[in-house]
């Protein structure tokens, strides 16, 4: 089922990030996607995130919707300018891509290519909008295109936050679903009471909220975001657990299992599922989620 | 020097719209050596706006100053009596001063008289044209003193494009092609040779792309 569809029927989304590989064996990226088409209702395809240069977004998609797996595509604000940008779009439309999220993109000093120049020609409101316009026939100057793409277009959220950074993030956030924001996927959760100041002012169903569940890879990794990661919550508790588990591969499955039933408890239309690397692992999550 | 454009007239009149007095603020520096937002351009201002809102029968007063530097904390003290008694302050100095002026008197309003263009300099009375890019790593001798990175439409730094026809660029034909003079001049100097080094694609982290820049003189540094 599309992911729209989805979405308007009230059917949890499972969605599952599958980073392109950096060169051109594709071989693990369709054999993790092979394995996991059953349980996934799409697979969100980076576009070179954390400003990572790899196997361009489009070209990923286009190979997996190819092969008859679906993508929510990511759009990327850094490299491209409003001309690159749309043709990619179109393409991506025509090679059969319906879902996107679009992303304003990591600054490139976090990445590995730090001498590149920056495009950021359309910003993220600028670039949802610009879906719109592409969607009603017409390109960014105002000339029809032949065939109109119609994409579910999604973003992010950062549900996090406290105070006045989280009322302007609401605020963003509403003018992002007024200009066709069709969802937003969140910053990682792990643990839902966290997030409360969020839920309570948001309604998380009609604007299609999808939680992130990043996997814990190590016990260094989750101390590392519980300590230098402030607007993500992760209890203690949790680093407890893992910290006490005799397998701690088997438990931080575990919590992640956990965390994606309680945010499909909540009535949280979808999840993504970060595997941060760990994507041979994720038969074995889905094996015992319910 | 910065150089800039003044705003059109209608764009001031509608940011001061709601205002019944106005501050106007001019600068010594590079505005005042283009002819933009010195003495004699804050004045020219101050009345056509004073004029403007007459004939919409809503008068205008409008106060006018010039000051030393508007890039400078020190020079924007004499503002700190009356900053405030206007409804808002309009700057005539480069896109820096509306910033400083925010800075330094942050509950008033302050909107910018100019647009700011290029740093550049004057190749004929009354015009100026670009010739830096402020790509903070200047290679100018690499090109014999003609930079392509602030002149060249594409900021190509390895020869010009196929856009490049009798001296000029395909953009328009009012714009020169400074790789067509770069050629000329390294073999008339005998070092077309220069030409064939290949440079490894440039660091851009000293442009804009590091996010806003930052110098530090340490020795200055109190």
Redo the contacts between chains.
Sequence with gaps: MELRNRFDVGVFAILVELVPPKGVDISGMLRVAGRLADRVTAFVVPDMGAAVMRLSALGAAMLLQGRGLRTVMQVCCRDRNRLALQGDLLAAYAGGVTSLMVVAGE???FGDH?????VNDLDLMELIEAVGVLAAGKDLSGAPLEGAPRFLCGTTVNVGLRDAALDAELDQMHCRAEAGAGFFVTTPVFDLESIGPFTARADIRRLNLVPTVMLLKSLGMARYIQRNMGHIHLPAALIERLQKAPDKTRESLRIARETITAIREAGFKGVLISPMGWEDHLPELFEHLE | MIIADRKPLEEILEMVHDCGSILLVGCKGCVTVCNVGGLKEVEILAATLRIARKKEGRPLEVAQRVLERQCDPEYLEPLRNDYDQFDAVVSMACGVGPQFLSEAYPSQRFYPAVNTRFMGGAVQHGVWEERCAGCGACKIHLFDGLCPIARCSKSLLHGPCGGSAGGKCEVSAEIECIWDKIVRKKMENGRLADLRVFRP?????T?R???PRRSIREELVK
């Design positions: 600054d490139l000093r730090h001498q590149a120049a920056a | 694609a440039k660091d851009w982290r442009s792309d590091g996010g």
